[in-house]
Nanobody
Framework: VQLQASGGGLAQAGDSLRLSCAASGRTFSSYTVGWFRQAPGKEREFVAAISWSGDVIHYSDSVKGRFTISRDYAENTVYLQMNSLKAEDTAVYYC??????????????????WGQGTLVTVSS
């Protein structure tokens, strides 16, 4: 499977951005997809994840209430709508597919396929 993340850019605090993660592969709909981010000098951290069925969703505390993850099965795409952006949201954002069918987790090591990342820069 190949994942292509897009939608990053420069935003001001309070703005919104929507990230997209487009996937190739027929079985994408059978896997949990997660968004992670890595700021300069920091470790990669979990942001949000959506299960294969779309009915189990997890958010990190830092984005809960501001970010929304969703998936479009027809388009084989997972989205991350980011509202009320803050300077601390600045990072490279990665989408990833879980390594196992029908399993949900928030641990980066459990995700096998990663997109190339898209940079989000939020100015205060």
């Amino acid at each position: 499977v190949q994942l292509q993340a897009s939608g990053g850019g420069l935003a001001q605090a309070g703005d919104s951005l929507r990230l997209s993660c487009a996937a190739s592969g027929r079985t994408f709909s059978s896997y949990t997809v997660g968004w992670f981010r890595q700021a300069p000098g920091k470790e990669r951290e979990f942001v949000a994840a959506i299960s294969w069925s779309g009915d189990v969703i997890h958010y990190s505390d830092s984005v809960k209430g501001r970010f929304t993850i969703s998936r479009d099965y027809a388009e084989n795409t997972v989205y991350l709508q980011m509202n009320s952006l803050k300077a601390e949201d600045t990072a490279v954002y990665y989408c990833a597919q879980h390594r196992r069918y029908y399993t949900t987790s928030i641990t980066p090591a459990e995700y096998a396929y990663w997109g190339q990342g898209t940079l989000v820069t939020v100015s205060s």
